[in-house]
T-cell receptor, first 113, second 109 residues
Framework: EAQVTQNPRYLITVTGKKLTVTCSQNMNHEYMSWYRQDPGLGLRQIYYSMNVEVTDKGDVPEGYKVSRKEKRNFPLILESPSPNQTSLYFC????????????FGPGTRLTVL | QKEVEQNSGPLSVPEGAIASLNCTYSDRGSQSFFWYRQYSGKSPELIMFIYSNGDKEDGRFTAQLNKASQYVSLLIRDSQPSDSATYLCAVKAGNMLTFGGGTRLMVKP
């Protein structure tokens, strides 16, 4: 089944404890991105990647890191999480530039205490 | 800062009525426009996209785009309770996709 998976789905952590949220897609898509969703603010793009080893900042990259060493994986790293990073996170992928539909993962709800 | 604005709602319509959802955007260089539906606790799913001025119809859904007014809308005909969700407008310029805050639609039986 073609899909985007995220792990973990739910995470409660404490300020300053490094964490990684994994994202994997099995559709051989070139383009992947991370969003956070907060009430009333819609989805805001954190980082995106147009291909392996090619990443760029979105609208709200502060406090986040990403890497794209393999086409299928695009992990989101929070080196020192803070309470303002409490949010719902979505990973998404697109076959490539010019395609329209984003395939979203199921979301990861992160709480930073 | 590119902005995409939507009324947060809730927009309440009776079953069978037409629901009209609106979105404005600030970047005149925007090329593509999308409507996503998001049920509570779920990930967004694409309903429609539109590139050109005018209307685009797909079943009960019609997207309307007016680039001069920087305005895009979604009409849902014969609204059903299952259409109750949050509708996100998204605007693409270059490699960036910018989402609005979403409009919550409630369709009452």
């Amino acid at each position: 089944e073609a899909q985007v998976t995220q792990n973990p789905r739910y995470l409660i952590t404490v300020t300053g404890k490094k964490l990684t949220v994994t994202c994997s897609q099995n559709m051989n898509h070139e383009y992947m991105s991370w969003y956070r969703q907060d009430p009333g603010l819609g989805l805001r793009q954190i980082y995106y990647s147009m291909n392996v080893e090619v990443t760029d900042k979105g609208d709200v990259p502060e406090g986040y890191k990403v890497s794209r060493k393999e086409k299928r994986n695009f992990p989101l790293i929070l080196e020192s999480p803070s309470p303002n990073q409490t949010s719902l996170y979505f990973c998404a992928s697109i076959p490539g530039y010019g395609y329209n539909e984003q395939f979203f993962g199921p979301g990861t709800r992160l709480t930073v205490l | 800062q590119k902005e995409v604005e939507q009324n947060s709602g809730p927009l309440s319509v009776p079953e069978g009525a037409i629901a009209s959802l609106n979105c404005t955007y600030s970047d005149r260089g925007s090329q593509s426009f999308f409507w996503y539906r998001q049920y509570s606790g779920k990930s967004p799913e694409l309903i429609m996209f539109i590139y050109s001025n005018g209307d685009k119809e797909d079943g009960r859904f019609t997207a309307q785009l007016n680039k001069a007014s920087q305005y895009v809308s979604l009409l849902i005909r014969d609204s059903q309770p299952s259409d109750s969700a949050t509708y996100l407008c998204a605007v693409k310029a270059g490699n960036m996709l910018t989402f609005g805050g979403g409009t919550r639609l409630m369709v009452k039986p």
